[in-house]
């Protein structure tokens, strides 16, 4: 069956460190994005790609960093310049095209310890 | 800057009952509109897409609505079930692009 898998569901991080998590999906879908979602804040974008090596800035891109090397994969790395990383991580895909839908994966919830 | 906000925040039911979630737009330029699903600690699982030219979709005991000049999409649960307690959001594809923006949600309980 065709998906995104988002691993791993849980990620601790220490102070001062960079985590990479990890987005893939076997849909063929050429866009991808990351969203944050924090309790009652709802979801926000993070970063987005529409083509494999491009990729744009969402609302709040600061302390983030992403690859598109392949169409399949799109990992988001948290940095140590991110200052509140706690947060549940929702990666995405969709057609490029104006008339779909998103898929999204299962998420991973990342705490700092 | 389109806006989407979803009324209630949070909605407890009996067991049966039919329930109405709404979801308001500012801005009605909008392409479509997708309901999802999302359980405590989980992903989002989409429920239905609305085409900004269509005017309902349905699916089950799912049913929702768009009318795209007042800004309003309704989502509608018939025979609510404990299995459908879950937050729903609403999000819409506007002129920006392929991206989308989310209501804050709705946590639906419904109570055996």
């Known amino acids: 069956d065709g998906g995104i898998t988002q691993s791993p569901k849980y990620l601790f991080r220490k102070e001062g460190q960079n985590v990479t998590l990890s987005c893939e999906q076997n849909l063929n879908h050429d866009a991808m994005y990351w969203y944050r979602q924090d309790p009652g804040q709802g979801l926000r974008l993070i970063y987005y790609?529409?083509?494999?090596?491009?990729?744009q800035k969402g609302d709040i891109a600061e302390g983030y960093s992403v690859s598109r090397e392949k169409k399949e994969s799109f990992p988001l790395t948290v940095t140590s310049a991110q200052k509140n990383p706690t947060a549940f991580y929702l990666c995405?895909?969709?057609?490029?095209?104006?008339?779909?839908?998103?898929?999204f994966g299962s998420g991973t919830r990342l705490t700092v310890v | 800057k389109q806006e989407v906000t979803q009324i209630p925040a949070a909605l407890s039911v009996p067991e049966g009952e039919n329930l109405v979630l709404n979801c308001s737009f500012t801005?009605?330029?909008?392409?479509?509109l997708q309901w999802f699903r999302q359980d405590p600690g989980k992903g989002l699982t989409s429920l239905l897409l609305i085409q900004s030219s269509q005017r309902e979709q349905t699916s089950g005991r799912l049913n929702a609505s768009l009318d795209k000049s007042s800004g309003r999409s309704t989502l509608y649960i018939a025979a609510s079930q404990p299995g459908d307690s879950a937050t729903y959001l609403c999000?819409?594809?506007?002129?920006?692009?392929?991206?989308?923006?989310f209501g804050g949600g709705t946590r639906l309980m419904v109570k055996p």
């Open positions: 999000a819409v594809k506007g002129n920006a692009g392929n991206m989308l923006t």
């Open positions: 790609s529409q083509i494999v090596n491009d990729f």
């Open positions: 801005d009605s330029a909008i392409y479509n």
């Open positions: 995405a895909s969709s057609i490029r095209g104006l008339d779909y839908g998103y898929t």
